[in-house]
């Protein structure tokens, strides 16, 4: 069985300031895909950024970046240069290479304080 | 169409009453996906289509729960005889690859919430 654990069930950050989100994951899986989500009042799931398993480069889109540790389980999102638009619930969340359902964590409530 | 789009946004059920919650994928899409989320949740996967097969429905809670995919496109998720644990928001997603993730993005609707009173 999969799972995913967020452990940070709320965080807030100044405006302009780097936040980093933990996610830790469980898989007796060795290529799997990993992603962060956020998710804001209207509820639509709006893709952040993925990460392959197999590849030991981390992913970076823009302001966002990883920092998968594969061996540890973990995958971490960092937000650099926090914006008042990035205020939403962040999920990360698992997928099997071969798969048709994501594993989910229970979230982190992101707050970006002007 | 442009995005994942889903009816009704907002629905109150009285317990007891079945409930129909439709799904709209991105034009040509082959994959669906039907999740719940509860308040305070991540989602929670239900069902899965390719096409108009229903491959996977490993996550439906109950025989109360029942989707289809009749032509391929529009999916609709029923509910019947509602009960209060069955609040929620019911999450589409629609995927153009044929065996879920395969490198395509997986996109989501903003859900169906409803309510059970």
């Known amino acids: 069985a999969q799972t995913v654990t967020q452990s940070q069930p709320e965080m807030s950050v100044q405006e302009a300031e780097t936040v980093t989100l933990s996610c830790t994951y469980d898989?007796?899986?060795?290529?799997?895909?990993l992603f962060w989500y956020k998710q804001p009042p209207s509820r639509q799931m709006i893709l952040v950024i993925r990460q392959e398993a197999y590849k030991q480069q981390n992913a970076t889109e823009n302001r966002f970046s990883v920092n998968f540790q594969k061996a540890a389980k973990s995958f971490s999102l960092k937000i650099s240069d926090s914006q008042l638009g990035d205020t939403a619930m962040y999920f990360c969340?698992?997928?099997?290479?071969?798969?048709?359902?994501?594993?989910f964590g229970t979230g982190t409530s992101l707050t970006v304080i002007p | 169409g442009a995005g994942v789009s889903q009816s009704p946004r907002y629905k109150v059920a009285k317990r007891g009453q079945d409930v129909a919650l439709r799904c709209d994928p991105i034009s040509g899409h082959v994959s669906l996906f039907w999740y719940q989320q509860a308040l305070g949740q991540g989602p929670e996967f239900l069902t899965y289509?390719?096409?108009?097969?229903?491959?996977?429905k490993s996550g439906l809670p109950s025989d109360r729960f029942f989707a289809e995919r009749p032509e391929g496109s529009v999916s609709t998720l029923k509910i019947q005889r509602t009960q209060q644990e069955d609040s929620a928001v019911y999450l589409c997603?629609?995927?153009?690859?044929?065996?879920?993730?395969?490198?395509?993005?997986?996109?989501f609707g903003e859900g169906s919430w409803l309510t059970v009173v």
């Open positions: 898989t007796s899986e060795n290529n799997y895909y």
């Open positions: 969340a698992f997928m099997k290479q071969v798969g048709n359902q994501f594993y």
């Open positions: 289509f390719q096409n108009e097969a229903q491959l996977d």
């Open positions: 997603a629609s995927s153009l690859g044929r065996t879920g993730f395969s490198g395509n993005t997986i996109y």
